[in-house]
């Protein structure tokens, strides 16, 4: 249960740059609400960056025809996407906002799907092309109260726009940049996201709690533990279950699993998109080794459903501490022979070092957090900020780096590896005995009240936030995606550089399209 | 050692016992033609399944194996394949460049094929100017690129060609300098006089450090020539899909194709025939036993032997290095080689006219 | 930060990087593949017995047709037809298995049917070739092989 400071709308903006002055500098989850009779609204999770202090403000509008709300994009530049996003759930219109548009849904969408009134008929399963609209508005509020609707444009007639997706080798899946280019130079980008959304937040509301686990799976596929983790720590800590070190212990040295997993993955994804396509194999060969100790632990390489609420779903398989011991002392040789191919090479530092420059200030005020945060030196892991699992019990170091470019971001992951093997040996050897599961009644039920709880995932703070009325399913369940403050920050990082470094900051920020989307 | 001009004469002779002398040419430079294409396409072939192989071996795979003895089959299905896909026509292209482009381009590559010697005596196009023609017909090429960018009417194709007429235009700079460097030391121009004058020494050694420069730079240059990693940037496929070739499908992407891997082969070709000897053995002085074991092995063999070699060079710094971007290859060109190479023609030349060579 | 190489210092720097990524390589060329021959290799495949390739019924005598499966499945994978017999020998009603209807292509394998089967009726088995020509054949009734 948190603390929520109740705010009016009209004087929200004023209280927002008040809050923002006295350094609560990160916008941590930003999640719009129908409250149904109570009003539509938002509820923002800030952090002060320098004391850790976290406060949660709301505020709602008790219209349901034309809400509107008083933007705060220009405080913190994450709230951009995610006040478009609640626009596009809740209908909710953001006064000051510079690009009203929806996010994830097609332009000729009817209504506002996260609404508790939703009618799910009025949107048949659409055959046709959706029509890529250059339009966008921006709203403003007269002094005598009225409010007016501009229309802009995103492109200029005559500017030279591509397509870098939606099918492109570079986007990781199916996102979609459309790049204004002056020759190789990219002078604007816009993000096109929605092209899987599957609406796993509305799908949430009506499953029942070990039912919405399998959901988390499928954001981030690459961190799949992790998302599942703070989804269960989240049940965990609205029921008030203690779950045993043991699975504490294994919660942990999982997530670490994962995030060499990712971290490898990245790897290879960044050599293949600069173009080195072996350096490409050799990472996705030693992966291999990893989805290996997953199977024969989980019985999923991919999609593992392993934690369960108040556990997890199965003890570790008998030979899983040799074979963790085994891969960790075959993977670091191997990674000294990854920086000679790669790391090394003067063509792939050529093409990193100082490209796509994200500052420590534009780092916080967008949320991107995980290595794309640390290497432009914000120290925002949550592994260290709010300690969860068995973190608080073991040495590790965060990562920093200050320069904030495409090898920064590079290297805090290839370091990240090292640090992930340090904190699985420390924990392999001492897993302490004890229960796999707590006993639980055979329908979960969450008591009233909002929850917010986060985990490092392998790219940034995954956080999950919870209202419960009291149902067997969640009220509403809003999970902080990692991906998307990383793409919102894609036009700022892009801006002046060319058509190739635009593939090489796309590789080293490392979002995870269906997170995006979710 | 076996002279296939032996061969020829006697087609020669044979064919002028029955008929005019105009005739007999005509017929001739028929069978060349055929010859000449058909030994393009075997060569095609061999190249595509030894990149594949060879591309596998590095990334740790087995590459085909499933069509025939370890995937040699493989390759006949692709071209089917490649024959019976369907040609699409865009709508807005510019027809009529974007028909013509992929054969200015294998028009390219083809005259640049036959200027090889392949073995003692089997040399299609061999006067005066040897080289000077093969590097003037090989940049034919690039106006095909060029074309196929703009006629597709794509503005991937467009960049990717646009990048491939600044990325050629200036690599062929270093790769001439380079080759003159050697002319330098041969003070001929011509194929088969070249490989002859290497019958006691081969080039590389006779030259030592100059010569192995500019060896080394001819494989940089060529290979950015012929648009293979680490320089494929006209069809860096992680940014620009295929660059200039995207709107292409069937076989006129598959002339595009193969064009690329015979043009890889001839710039391997002409390395070996003007660095390694062409298909002159490996002789040593004073080693009579041993360079007659070596004038043994037949010369189409020691071409192709030192050719594939040089290939796998190529192949091997392919798969080894990510892609440049466009200001480092222009700068790696104008700023490194081309610098480089004028120094490398300037030692070259103190070395051979104070004789300091081999 | 290191300082700045000069024209030669960084071309040596960058000769010396790409000769380190050539021993790599090389030495990888001459190294055993990694590929897995799948078909041929099929005797030889190891798959973990914790592996969800898809949902079986050992003994369908062991189901009691509670329809706790049912329930639980997120995605209604899961459909029973049951039936209410009288015991002769008791004379009480009992709810009986006439087919338990699987949809492998809904099936998300999140394991929840399996974790709340009070008699571990049903279990994954490890078969993972679940390829078919048509959607239909997807369609499985558990209890009638």
Redesign the interface.
């Known amino acids: 249960m948190e603390d929520i400071i109740y705010i009016e709308k009209e004087k929200f903006h004023d209280v927002a740059l008040e809050y923002r002055k006295k350094g609560y500098d990160f916008l941590r989850s930003l999640t719009g609400i129908d409250w149904g009779e109570d009003g539509l609204g938002a509820i923002y999770h800030l952090e002060n960056t320098s004391t850790k202090e976290n406060i949660v403000l709301k505020t709602l509008t008790l219209r349901r025809e034309d809400p509107h709300l008083l933007s705060v994009a220009d405080i913190w530049k994450g709230a951009e996407f995610n006040e478009r996003e609640i626009y596009d759930y809740f209908g909710i219109q953001f006064i000051g906002h510079p690009d009203m548009r929806r996010l994830f849904l097609r332009e000729d969408w009817v209504g506002f799907p996260l609404r508790k009134d939703y009618d799910m008929s009025l949107n048949p399963l659409r055959m046709s092309n959706e029509e890529t609209s250059n339009d966008t508005q921006f709203i403003e509020v007269l002094p005598d109260g009225s409010v007016i609707k501009h229309r802009d444009l995103l492109f200029d007639n005559d500017e030279?726009v591509?397509n870098i997706g939606p099918q492109?080798?570079?986007t990781h899946g199916v996102l979609r940049f459309r790049v204004s280019?002056e020759g190789?130079i990219i002078k604007k980008l816009d993000v096109h996201c929605g092209y899987i959304h599957r609406g796993i937040e509305k799908m949430c509301e009506s499953?029942?709690y070990?039912?919405t686990?399998?959901?988390t799976d499928r954001l981030d596929y690459l961190g799949a533990h992790q998302n599942r983790h703070a989804l269960c720590m989240c049940i965990e800590k609205a029921m008030g279950i203690e779950v045993s070190e043991r699975v504490q212990y294994i919660r942990t040295i999982m997530d670490e699993l994962q995030r060499i997993d990712s971290h490898l993955l990245f790897y290879s994804c960044a050599?293949?998109?600069?173009?080195?396509?072996?350096?490409?194999?050799?990472g996705f060969?030693d992966r291999?080794k990893i989805l290996d100790i997953f199977?024969?632990?989980?019985?999923?390489r991919l999609?593992q459903?392993y934690n369960?609420i108040g556990g997890v779903?199965?003890d570790i398989?008998p030979d899983f501490v040799s074979k963790v011991k085994d891969f960790i002392k075959y993977l670091r040789p191997t990674l000294k022979?990854y920086h000679?191919?790669?790391t090394?090479?003067?063509?792939?530092?050529?093409?990193t070092k100082g490209v796509g420059v994200l500052s420590r200030e534009d780092a916080i005020s967008f949320g991107t957090t995980g290595g794309t945060g640390r290497a432009s030196g914000w120290a925002c892991d949550v592994r260290k900020r709010h300690p969860y699992a068995a973190y608080d019990k073991i040495q590790f170091d965060e990562i920093l780096y200050t320069e904030g470019d495409c090898f920064a971001r590079y290297m805090v992951r290839m370091k990240e590896i090292e640090q992930s093997l340090n904190i699985i040996e420390q924990l392999i050897d001492n897993i302490p005995e004890g229960d796999i599961q707590v006993k639980l009644k055979?329908i979960i039920k969450v008591p009233e009240g909002t929850y917010y709880s986060a985990v490092e995932g392998s790219r940034g703070e995954f956080g999950v936030f919870l209202e419960s009325r009291g149902d067997k399913h969640p009220y509403r369940l809003k999970f902080r995606s990692t991906g998307l403050p990383l793409v919102s920050a894609m036009n700022t990082m892009c801006r002046n550089a060319?058509?190739?470094?635009?593939?090489a900051i796309g590789a080293t920020v490392d979002y995870v399209v269906p997170d995006i989307d979710r | 050692m076996f002279d296939f001009g032996i061969i020829t004469k006697w087609i020669h002779d044979w064919l002028l016992s029955f008929m005019p002398m105009g005739l007999a040419t005509v017929i001739e430079c028929m069978l060349v033609g055929i010859f000449i294409i058909l030994l393009y396409l075997v060569v095609a072939v061999i190249m595509i399944y030894m990149e594949r192989k060879v591309c596998a071996a590095f990334q740790c795979r087995l590459g085909p194996n499933r069509v025939g003895p370890w995937g040699t089959i493989q390759l006949v299905c692709d071209v089917i394949k490649m024959l019976t896909k369907e040609i699409i026509s865009i709508r807005s292209s510019d027809k009529f460049l974007y028909n013509l482009a992929p054969f200015i381009v294998i028009l390219a590559s083809v005259m640049a094929f036959s200027c090889l010697p392949f073995g003692r005596g089997i040399e299609v196009l061999d006067f005066n100017v040897g080289i000077f023609f093969l590097m003037a017909s090989s940049s034919i090429g690039v106006v095909g690129v060029l074309l196929a960018g703009w006629g597709s009417n794509n503005k991937y194709s467009l960049i990717g060609a646009m990048r491939s007429g600044a990325q050629m235009i200036s690599y062929e700079l270093s790769a001439s300098i380079s080759l003159l460097t050697i002319i330098l030391l041969t003070d001929t121009m011509q194929f088969s006089e070249i490989v002859m004058r290497q019958e006691d020494t081969w080039f590389i050694f006779k030259g030592h450090i100059p010569a192995f420069i500019a060896f080394v730079i001819y494989l940089i240059a060529g290979n950015a020539e012929v648009n293979r990693g680490p320089f494929d940037l006209p069809e860096a496929e992680s940014e620009l899909t295929a660059g200039f070739h995207t709107e292409y499908s069937g076989m006129h992407f598959g002339l595009f194709y193969v064009a690329e891997f015979v043009n890889l082969f001839i710039i391997a070709g002409v390395a070996a025939t003007i660095f390694l000897g062409g298909w002159m053995p490996l002789h040593i002085a004073g080693w009579e036993n041993f360079n007659a074991v070596m004038d043994f092995i037949p010369s189409i063999v020691w071409f192709f032997g030192k050719t594939l070699f040089v290939v796998w060079l190529l192949m091997w710094m392919k798969w080894t290095f990510p892609r440049l971007r466009i200001d480092q290859i222009l700068t790696l060109e104008w700023k490194y080689l081309i610098p480089i190479s004028m120094l490398n023609l300037l030692i070259m030349t103190i070395v051979v006219v104070f004789k300091l060579h081999f | 930060m290191k300082k700045k190489r000069g024209y030669i210092g960084s071309l040596l720097f960058g000769i010396k990087s790409l000769l380190t990524g050539f021993g790599v390589t090389g030495k990888e060329f001459f190294k055993k593949k990694v590929t897995e021959e799948y078909p041929d290799n099929r005797d030889t495949l190891q798959i973990s017995p914790r592996f969800r390739g898809r949902l079986t019924m050992p003994d369908p005598s062991k189901c009691i047709a509670c329809g706790l499966c049912q329930m639980n499945c997120p995605n209604d994978t899961i459909s029973l037809v049951t039936e209410m017999i009288t015991d002769k020998e008791t004379g009480k009603n009992k709810k009986v298995l006439v087919s338990y209807n699987y949809d492998l292509g809904a099936c998300m394998f999140c394991q929840l049917c399996v974790n709340v089967c009070p008699h571990d009726a049903i279990q994954f088995s490890t078969e993972f070739e679940n390829a078919v020509y048509d959607r239909n054949h997807l369609k499985l009734t558990l209890n009638k092989e």
């Open positions: 030279y591509i492109h080798p570079a280019l190789e499953l029942t070990p039912q686990l399998a959901l050599c293949m998109d600069l173009g080195a396509l072996t350096a490409f194999f050799y060969r291999e199977e024969s632990t989980t019985g999923g999609i459903n369960t779903q199965a398989a022979e000679d191919v790669f090394g090479n003067v063509i792939m530092q050529g093409r055979p060319k058509i190739a470094d635009l593939i």
